[in-house]
T-cell receptor, first 110, second 116 residues
């Protein structure tokens, strides 16, 4: 049973546009929701994270929106740049156990 | 934060041989490390949790006799793939929880294993 559902699987956005990736979770025990960015051949790197007591968190061009009642959260990348082209994973964590979404391959057109 | 290194970054071996992958915490002592496997264009799958000074905890479906984990010190965990076969070819990534009490996981750069 997939505990974290991520969509879309792939996304193409024009440079300067907004990239939006969505995730949904099932287990209400999750208390930490990080997003990871992964470039080919590299390990994932923490991008931004949120806890369920906050509805939105913004760091630079990256924003997480969190809807606790709907058990959904999303990543918004404003003014998307070619350097943002990567695979993005949402995750849900309870304690030290983390469950990843299946990933979104983002390609920003120059 | 935390800085995590892995060695080697890539390895090619013949079928039937064993391969050891090292995961090091460079800037603090980690009592717990995690090992993940990632197949091409797929997500990370947790294989096992490595605990310093005790036996690793393996996820369901992961063969503990095939994937030997040793966490002998607070800065080093090793994963040995025994009698490797082509289906073991994958990207192996370790991680640990950093300082700060937020349960953030910091990942190593990964090791690409190719079994011929």
């Amino acid at each position: 049973q997939q505990q974290v559902k991520q969509s879309p699987q792939s996304l193409i956005v024009q440079k300067g546009g907004i990239s939006i990736i969505n995730c949904a979770y099932e287990n209400t025990a999750f208390d930490y929701f990080p997003w990871y960015q992964q470039f080919p051949g590299k390990g994932p790197a923490l991008l931004i994270a949120i806890r369920p007591d906050v509805s939105e968190k913004k760091e630079g061009r990256f924003t997480i929106s969190f809807n606790k009642s709907a058990k959904q959260f999303s990543l918004h990348i404003m003014d998307s740049q070619p350097g943002d082209s990567a695979t993005y994973f949402c995750a849900a964590q309870a304690g030290d156990k983390i469950i990843f979404g299946k990933g979104t391959r983002l390609h920003i057109l120059p | 934060g935390a800085v995590v290194s892995q060695h080697p970054s890539w390895v090619i071996c013949k079928s039937g041989t064993s391969v050891k992958i090292e995961c090091r915490s460079l800037d603090f002592q980690a009592t717990t490390m995690f090992w993940y496997r990632q197949f091409p264009k797929q997500s990370l799958m947790l294989m096992a949790t490595s605990n310093e000074g005790s036996k690793a905890t393996y996820e369901q479906g992961v063969e503990k006799d095939k994937f030997l984990i040793n966490h002998a010190s607070l800065t080093l965990s090793t994963l040995t793939v025994t009698s490797a076969h082509p289906e073991d070819s994958s990207f192996y990534i370790c991680s640990l929880i950093g300082t700060g009490g937020r349960n953030e996981q910091f990942f190593g750069p990964g090791t690409r294993l190719t079994v011929l």
